[in-house]
């Protein structure tokens, strides 16, 4: 597709989003209101960009509603597939003569992500600006980049509620698009997804006739069509003696010289609603049933032309308006031929590789004498470049289970499904091999983010059709990484062996990166849950309360409860010592139980002393996800009054609500409807995005007492809390930062809108009558002095 026809496509999907010369809304004001506190900017954009202009859909801090389009640092924006970033314009060849870098307003810093609309065009962009220089990473400009991606949120959303289209609803085309992806992501049958989009395309458009094919070349560069589904026309022995005819020689048609060749030779959209007059007609064959309207739409993916929809004998004919309307559909076919062909040139080069000696035969992948060949080059390798390499070894989860059931030649399709889906997800240079069994080693090249081990743990995990099974398993996986971990390749594997094993022992379907101090964990663990029967029959675990204090009314707001275990003979133990080893046993929902009930007991206890103090309390993240949690929450609030529940603060880790996402909403409803208060804790540590922060029905965000001790010596902590206490206001959030330990960092926090404070400037945590002691005593002009 020519840059001319990308760009008319992309106007058109502007007119067809309905946002241009439209009043500001909230919904995007608040976003471009968070970006220009959060980076403390001049100003602060939603644009979009029409044929010769840059209109504002939302702005902070700029004045006019758009600037020509030629003058818009805007336009180089959308030409990037990631953040656009001038440090500084007046010392850049391309924009240091431009009208907005002369004059107000004065930019000197910029930067833009772009934003697409529902089909995937790039409209416009949410960007910031500055009018002085700036330097900024694209780590720095995370949130930028996920408050862009809650704009298209919006965006999808209401176009679809919207639906403004002439001929196709919205609703309907993204079912087609959907299941277009999951025939092609689940088949292997290519016809059979093919026929699935053709019929799609015949119901949405109202066409008799039509067909969907793939533009290949011959040796000399000419194009022709290879169909991958064609209306069968079948009707009578004429007709099927046609279509038969068709089937043999291959479903190829090589004809550039008639309507049906042009889009493959122009590139371009042909339409024609009197087929009969029009001077390209032909070559159809003798026998076909007259064709009275006809359009062909070429397919793309990027630049490259892949394919070709033709659609017949739609009673009122064809439009440019119903092409640009199926867009979305012809793009999605483009990517699912060019994904199909890059799994053809995979499958090509696995059969190559089955019939070497150093592969396994089943799957194609290295075995364990030509992964110990690999191995041993890529550590080379890695020294020599003073690289790391990442071992991953992954056992199967339930997969003796698929065998005993099914039989093997289900179980070897699961394996080979799993070894397709692992090649898939690592790049070209690394190495996936398979021990034997259901064993597999990743060797991975300087992995910079942990998140890559759990996107091979997530590839396991997609559903595996099968004949007519659907069939699913997960994997456990140890991970060691070179040099850290300097040995061998022999004894990286072993230990990385070791790290699947603990994966298995913590829940399995996940991974544990090795760690030497593992082997005195694993054996303090066996200990720890020995003794943990006899700790709670004697009555060892106790709560201690840290006070928190309301720095608006200077007073003690209320307690966090922390588990303690009076050892007999270690003394007092605090939960590092043993919580960890707990979890995912039956003494984490136990212990969680203890401690849920303690509380309530003692907010009654504070109700009948007139005492208003809130209590909070830390949940197990496997007793909060589990399905007796609502029970156990409902059984101990049964005799906590209704008036009282709203003092009760359940503390969950950010990263717990992220782990299973459907059951934390679950019991954080459940949380919601009994009454009582809601916790994010250690919030700013995990990956979540603003989208999902915004649709958590919790009451309080925590800020981690990691970014909160270092907020006045480490600008990025600073950067950090600052960001957390604007988007914290901005969702009406009640905001609590832990780990105070001076009154600078007090004053600082007090400054910036925090709401309570709680560390060791205050008070450690302490048994329940000193604690008392301590709130009774509390006098805010005394603290710093206490």
């Known amino acids: 597709m020519s840059e001319t026809e990308n760009e008319k496509r992309r106007l058109a999907a502007v007119i067809r989003l309905g946002i241009l010369d439209t ?102 962009t949410l960007c910031i600006i500055d009018d002085r220089p700036r330097q900024f990473s694209e780590k720095d400009l995370d949130v930028l980049r996920m408050l862009a991606s809650i704009v298209e949120e919006e965006l999808e959303r209401s176009y679809i509620e919207s ?138 993916s990027g630049k490259a032309h892949l394919g070709m929809i033709g659609l017949a004998n739609r009673p009122e004919g064809y439009t440019q308006k119903l092409a640009d309307e199926l867009a979305p559909l012809s793009q999605t076919l483009g990517h699912l031929i060019e994904r199909k062909r890059l799994y053809a040139e995979k499958g090509t080069h696995k059969k190559d590789l089955e019939l070497a000696a150093n592969y396994d035969a089943l799957t ?64 070209n240079h690394d190495i996936v091999a398979r021990l034997g069994g259901d064993e597999f080693v990743a060797i991975l090249r300087d992995v910079g983010d942990e998140r890559v081990y759990a996107r091979l743990l997530d590839a396991i995990r997609q559903p595996i059709n099968f004949q007519h099974h659907v069939l699913q398993v997960s994997g456990s996986m140890g991970v060691t990484v070179f040099p850290d971990d300097d040995a061998d390749s022999d004894l990286l594997l072993r230990h990385a062996d070791q790290a699947m094993y603990a ?14 101090r593992s082997h005195s964990s694993r054996k303090e663990r066996v200990r720890v849950l020995e003794q943990m029967d006899t700790a709670l029959r004697e009555q060892q675990m106790e709560l201690y309360y840290q006070p928190k204090i309301c720095f608006q009314h200077h007073c003690v707001n209320g307690f966090e409860a922390l588990i303690r ?80 529940r709203a003092r009760l603060i359940l503390e969950i880790l950010e990263t717990t609500a992220m782990d299973d996402t459907e059951a934390a909403l679950r019991n954080l409803k459940a949380c919601r409807e009994q009454g009582v208060d809601i916790s994010l804790d250690d919030f700013g540590t995990g990956y979540s995005s603003l989208d999902y922060f915004r649709r958590l029905p919790a009451q309080e965000i925590k800020i981690d007492r990691s970014f909160v001790m270092d907020m006045l010596v480490d600008t990025d902590d600073s950067m950090i809390v600052s960001a957390i206490v604007s988007l914290s206001k901005s969702f009406n959030r009640r905001l609590v930062a832990e780990g105070i330990e001076s009154a600078e960092v007090e004053s600082k926090l007090i400054e910036l809108g925090c709401d309570l404070g709680q560390g060791f400037f205050y008070s450690k945590p302490l048994p329940l009558p000193e604690a008392l002691r301590w709130a009774e005593n509390f006098r805010w002009e005394n603290r710093l002095t206490a």
């Not at 994966?503 to 030497?516: I, P, S």
């Open 163 to 300: 639906d403004k289209s002439k001929y196709v609803p919205v609703s309907q085309l993204n079912r087609a698009i959907h299941s277009a992806q999951n025939v092609f992501l689940t088949s292997d049958n290519e016809s059979s997804a093919f026929s699935q989009m053709l019929n799609d395309l015949l119901t949405l458009t109202g066409s008799q006739f039509g067909l969907i094919g793939e533009v290949l070349h011959k040796s000399n560069g000419t194009p022709f069509l290879k169909v991958g589904a064609i209306t069968n026309i079948a009707w009578n022995a004429e007709t099927q003696a046609l279509y038969q005819g068709l089937e043999r020689r291959g479903m190829v048609f090589d004809r550039l010289d008639n309507i049906l060749g042009l889009p493959m030779v122009s590139g371009e959209i042909v339409i024609s609603n009197d087929l009969s007059q029009d001077p390209r007609r032909g070559g159809l064959p003798a026998g076909h049933p007259v064709i009275k309207t006809y359009i062909g739409i070429p397919v793309f």
């Open 503 to 516: 994966a298995k022992e913590t829940g399995k379907n996940c991974y544990k990166v090795f760690d030497l």
């Open 364 to 427: 194609g992948l290295p075995n364990r004498q030509r992964l110990t060949e690999l191995f041993e080059q890529e550590l080379y390798e890695a020294g020599q470049r003073h690289g790391r390499v990442s071992v991953c070894f992954i056992d199967l989860d339930g997969f003796k289970s698929i065998n005993d059931e099914h039989g093997h030649a289900v179980g070897d399709a699961v394996l080979k499904s799993v070894a397709a889906k692992l090649q898939a997800t690592v790049r």
């Open 565 to 644: 275990w009076n050892h007999p003979s270690e003394g007092v133990l605090s939960p590092a010592h043993f919580l960890e080893h707990i979890e995912y046993t039956e003494y984490a929902r136990t212990l969680g139980n203890f401690v849920i009930r303690e509380a309530v007991k003692q907010l009654v206890e504070f109700s009948k002393r007139d005492l208003p103090y809130t209590v909070s309390i830390n949940l197990s993240p496997c007793h909060f996800l589990s399905q007796e949690f609502e029970n156990d929450l409902s059984s101990a609030l049964e005799d906590c009054p209704n008036e009282l």
């Open 23 to 124: 009043p500001p809304e909230e919904r995007f004001e608040r976003l471009t209101r968070i970006a220009r506190q959060h980076y403390r900017v001049k100003v602060a954009l939603f644009s979009v960009l029409d044929l010769d202009r840059q209109w504002f859909k939302s702005r902070q801090g700029l004045e006019g509603t758009e600037t020509p389009r030629s003058i818009a640092f805007c336009d180089h924006a959308i030409r990037q597939d990631h953040v656009f970033i001038v440090e500084n314009a007046s010392q850049d060849p391309r924009f240091r003569n431009n009208p907005l870098v002369l004059d107000d307003p004065n930019i000197r810093f910029y930067a833009g992500v772009p934003v697409r609309e529902p089909s995937g065009f790039k409209i416009g």
